[in-house]
């Protein structure tokens, strides 16, 4: 990890939320520039609520001080170059990675150290049996690592807590008309050997900070984004 991330680490602790976008001398104590970055495949889905991406990071620098740009990338599997840019990525399904070349790719992004996060969106149009997708992306995960391991993260796990305080674990989206007004599904942690390389959401935050479930639950999707970003790139 560099140097200058540390520091803005360190300054994150220090000043927390009192740290704000509306603090025009804020910039000046944030650490190395950070990015976000979607994982682009074949799937007509895999940029959806990308259109809102920028509030989830404006909300990272208003509330951290963490120097995240405020763009949101795209990286392609296709390029590994391309891939390795980003310390994380997020993806809303790994299981459009259909050519040998970014199942290839993907493996060795990870084997490198990269991290993702999988998050299903809870649009029944788009994943109509969480207990599918869920496997779905399993099967391909065990393809590409057989040493995978897969962990449901109790209360007292670090990513709950590593800044924002959660009381949910981990807080869900429920508009009242989807598979995800059932039971909430754990937050799961993927392992090959002992590195965490992952987590994986049947959540739906995307579609929470996209604010299809009002402003609250948008929030608390936003701070459970945070520390899981947070979690990955200080690992």
Excluded at 17 to 36: C, H, I, M, N, Y
Excluded at 104 to 133: L, M, Q
């Amino acid at each position: 990890m560099s140097r200058t991330l540390l520091l803005g680490l360190a300054l994150l602790a220090a000043c927390g939320p009192a740290l704000t976008a509306q603090d025009a001398s804020a910039d000046k104590f944030r650490g190395g520039k950070v990015e976000w970055a979607r994982l682009k495949t074949d799937s007509a889905y895999w940029a959806r609520h990308a259109s809102r991406d920028a509030e989830l990071l404006a909300f990272i620098r208003e509330h951290t001080s963490l120097n995240i740009d405020r763009t949101w990338y795209a990286a392609t599997a296709r390029n590994l170059d391309e891939l390795c840019v980003y310390p994380f990525l997020f993806s809303d399904d790994i299981n459009h990675l259909v050519t040998d070349t970014e199942r290839r790719n993907f493996a060795e992004y990870i084997h490198r150290g990269g991290f993702v996060f999988i998050d299903a969106c809870i649009a029944t149009g788009v994943n109509p049996d969480p207990d599918r997708f869920y496997q779905n992306q399993i099967r391909l995960l065990r393809s590409l690592f057989p040493d995978l391991r897969i962990e449901a993260l109790p209360s007292s796990h670090e990513v709950f807590s590593i800044y924002f305080k959660l009381t949910e674990y981990p807080p869900q989206t429920r508009p009242g008309n989807s598979w995800s007004d059932g039971p909430t599904y754990p937050l799961r942690a993927l392992y090959s050997g002992n590195r965490m390389i992952g987590m994986l959401s049947l959540s739906g935050l995307q579609c929470g900070w996209a604010d299809i479930a009002g402003h609250a639950n948008a929030t608390v999707c936003m701070e459970m984004m945070t520390n899981i970003y947070l979690y990955a790139i200080t690992r």
